[in-house]
Structures are given as structure tokens and as C-alpha cells.
Nanobody, 120 residues
């Protein structure tokens, strides 16, 4: 069982930046494909981006491409989502997820989420 914990959410003005972090209580995350998802009020949860096990490949939703960056920490126990040029439509609960396979959108473990609110 992998228990993921997100942190770093908060309130920011449009155009600002936030960095979200995801950890599994010190457990290495290098064996998992790591993804970020978000869910806005009244909407379905949507894919934001993912990083491969080795960290060499990332993918992003078109809505965040060029503004968000996913990376792995050097200690291999952290995954980050750097969010720049934030827009009010980025407001959502953001979830970190781990996938035992290095492909697909069927993730096995999920965090509880962290709220991101972007004011206009």
C-alpha cells in the first residue's frame, strides 16, 4: 500500500505560481509512474500531467502545457508539480497518483488532494 500526501496548495492571484509536492512518507516513488490530476467543483476529475518511472519523459494536458512542469526530487521520494502563469480556471483540488505500470491513466494509489484557488 502506498499512501500519498500532497502539499503546497493555497490561494494565489492569477499570473502567480505555486509548487505542489507529493510524497509517500519517505517511501521511494521511483518504481511508479507518477501523475497529477485535478477536479474542479461540479466537474469530472481530469488528467494534468505525468512523469515516467525514470523521470525522463513527461506528458501534459493541453490546458497546462507550457505552464506546468512535473519533476522528481533528487531523493526519489518526492514528486513536484510546478504551476506558473496560473489562471482562475486552474482552481481545483489537485491529486497526486501512483501507477505501477509505466503507461496509461489507470492509477493505483491516490492522495487526499490539496486545494488550489486562483483569484482573478
Amino acid at each position: 500500500q502506498v499512501q500519498l500526501v500532497e502539499s503546497g496548495g493555497g490561494l494565489v492571484q492569477a499570473g502567480g505560481s505555486l509548487r505542489l509536492s507529493c510524497t509517500a512518507s519517505g517511501r521511494t516513488l521511483i518504481n511508479y509512474r507518477m501523475g497529477w490530476f485535478r477536479q474542479a467543483p461540479g466537474k469530472e476529475r481530469e488528467f494534468v500531467g505525468a512523469v515516467s518511472r525514470a523521470g525522463g519523459m513527461t506528458s501534459y494536458a493541453d490546458s497546462v502545457k507550457g505552464r506546468f512542469t512535473i519533476s522528481r526530487g533528487g531523493t526519489k521520494v518526492m514528486v513536484y508539480l510546478q504551476m506558473n502563469s496560473l489562471k482562475p480556471e486552474d482552481t481545483a483540488v489537485y491529486y497526486c497518483a501512483a501507477n505501477v505500470r509505466d503507461y496509461g491513466l489507470d492509477y493505483d494509489y491516490w492522495g487526499q488532494g490539496t486545494q488550489v484557488t486562483v483569484s482573478s
